[in-house]
């Protein structure tokens, strides 16, 4: 190492002040240019998963094809056709109504438990320790296993099942929706006290908009948790041979050893899911957890 | 002399954490009187934004009452609306107009056509026309604070609360805003309750400076600051009474160095 300099030469180097006119910001030229066509639909996201989705069927056709055998495995095309001829005689459109009805009366019921749970738990200690119990006790217990103990109360037919989903959806949505509410800034609830705000209407109009991303990622897991535990729970029994649900549908077309008819079953579950995650779910967030910059 | 619009006395707070408990201000007494611009000045542990927020309702003093025109107060009210030092306090669910209205609706103060009026002109006052339909995300730290200030204003409150409100601001935004609230009160003479531990925020911005020591809060002197602005922070006086200040607040800790 070389010794330091001397103090002298160690001096910043003397300049003059300046003062300049602002430049004028008109030659200032803001091109916005558009991506030339072929990035733009490569990029676009519909487009990409769109690919995945023919590639992963054009395997599947060539797959088939190759083994052969329509007991096993039926190809896409079949599939396809199968699923479009039950959709035109009305077949499949009434189980999946029948479906969705029994979905329907269970989510919302599930929903509005919930949120009654929820708000009698943030209100009150002793709630607040009831919810967290049972959400641990009864979240872990898969909904499918209630179902025999629901045949034995209400018997076969769509009470029953609504009574799994409601137990499908309620400890997922009620954890995360009190995870919510708990993570609410202090301040923001300071606010909406200082303006008076108590009881039903400080949930209704500060913790649940507050907690909303929280809540709507409870209700996506309870979505997602309540279709699931209806297909398994319509495979077990169907509520009589004309009013079965899809899972009635796949179950009978295996007795039937109709392969494609089971695999056109499976294709109607999954669209159902895809549309309610990527049309439903994304519009609402969309609207909501996104506009508000909740998240990104 | 007449009664002063919030009368404080005697107030002594505690509040419990899992080990101790703690006395933030002992015997604090205080009257605010309309119309003044009354800051709380102390450095940090003196207890102010605690006496601050049992003036707004959050806490109960553990004796002696804080009385706002001769009513008692025990709970949160918008008649003593707060403006908070994080930028949180604003719904990230609603727009900058919908935020200013949003305390009217579940108030019932101003309704219908009346408090849209109210709305508009309000945030023409803090300049945030232009930016009326954007959610709070997309504002500056600054432009938050105005509309939060805003919505308190809009209401007319009997008093304003003000928590370090431009403490999370960087320096020039937050001279910028002093001299924001002090035109904005020239124009409407509200009676603000404003805590802060900046000496020099305190003479700028206060008309009456109420000096606290710390642990726990007491008071140490109130001072008359109504002279002052941005234009004479370099003068004589404004150097005394800073000085003087200074001295309130920080003899004790010397001699106890000395002792």
Redesign the interface.
């Known amino acids: 190492m070389t010794a330091l300099a001397p103090l002298e030469a160690r001096r910043p180097v003397e300049r003059p002040d300046f003062e300049s006119e602002l430049v004028d910001p008109a030659g200032l030229v803001v091109v916005e240019r558009p991506l030339p066509w072929y990035e733009r639909i490569v990029k676009n996201e519909a487009v990409q998963n769109g690919a995945i989705l023919a590639g992963l069927a054009l395997l599947w056709e060539l797959y088939a094809r190759f083994l052969d055998n329509p007991l096993l495995l039926p190809t896409f095309s079949e599939m396809v056709a199968t699923f479009l001829r039950d959709i035109a005689n009305g077949l499949l459109l009434n189980r999946i109504t029948t479906s969705l009805k029994s979905l329907a009366y269970g989510y919302s019921a599930g929903l509005a438990l919930a949120a009654i749970f929820t708000s009698v738990a943030v209100s009150t200690r002793l709630g607040s320790g009831l919810l967290t119990t049972l959400t641990a006790m009864f979240n872990p217990l898969p909904a499918i296993a209630l179902l025999p103990l629901a045949l034995i109360w209400f018997g076969l037919g769509t009470p029953s099942l609504v009574f799994v989903i409601i137990h499908s959806v309620l400890w997922a949505v009620s954890l995360n929706t009190l995870v919510g509410f708990r993570s609410v800034?202090e301040?923001?609830r300071?606010?909406g006290?200082?303006?008076?705000?108590r009881g039903i209407?400080y949930v209704a109009?500060?913790l649940i908009?507050?907690a909303?991303a929280a809540i709507l990622a409870g209700m996506k897991i309870g979505w997602a948790f309540a279709w699931r535990t209806l297909i398994a729970a319509e495979l077990v029994f169907g509520v009589s041979s004309r009013s079965g649900g899809l899972g009635w549908y796949i179950f009978e077309a295996r007795s039937e050893l109709e392969t494609a008819k089971v695999f056109a079953g499976l294709f109607a579950v999954i669209l159902i899911g895809l549309f309610v995650e990527s049309v439903i779910f994304k519009f609402i967030e969309r609207r909501?957890v996104l506009?508000?910059?909740?998240q990104r | 002399m007449a009664k002063p619009l919030l009368d404080v006395s005697g107030v002594t707070i505690q509040y419990k954490t899992p080990q101790h408990l703690v006395t933030a201000t002992y015997k604090v007494s205080f009257g605010v009187y309309p119309s003044d611009r009354y800051v709380i000045l102390g450095p940090s542990g003196c207890g102010k934004s605690t006496l601050l927020k049992a003036v707004g309702g959050f806490l109960e003093p553990v004796e002696g009452e804080i009385r706002l025109r001769d009513r008692k107060v025990t709970a949160p009210g918008p008649d003593r609306m707060m403006v908070f030092q994080e930028f949180e306090q604003l719904m990230p669910w609603k727009t900058v107009y919908q935020n200013v209205l949003f305390p009217m609706q579940v108030t019932g103060k101003f309704r219908g056509k009346d408090a849209h009026d109210r709305v508009n002109a309000i945030v023409e006052k803090v300049n945030l026309t232009r930016f009326k339909d954007v959610y709070p995300h997309m504002l500056s730290g600054g432009m938050k604070m105005r509309v939060a200030i805003a919505r308190a204003m809009a209401l007319e409150p009997d008093i304003l609360l003000m928590d370090e409100p431009f403490a999370a601001l960087d320096a020039l935004t937050r001279r910028k805003m002093q001299q924001e609230l002090l035109a904005l009160w020239d124009q409407l003479r509200f009676t603000v309750l404003f805590v802060t531990h900046s000496i020099e925020e305190a003479i700028i911005v206060g008309s009456r400076i109420l000096v606290l020591s710390p642990h726990p809060g007491r008071v140490r002197a109130e001072i008359g600051a109504d002279a002052f602005s941005h234009e004479n922070v370099d003068g004589v006086e404004f150097g005394a009474i800073s000085k003087r200040i200074h001295r309130l607040l920080f003899e004790h800790e010397v001699e106890e160095a000395r002792a």
Do not use: I, K, V, Y
Request: hydrophobic share 50%.
């Open positions: 800034p301040t923001l300071m606010s006290r200082n303006l008076g705000l209407r109009l500060l908009p507050a909303f909501t506009r508000w910059g909740m």
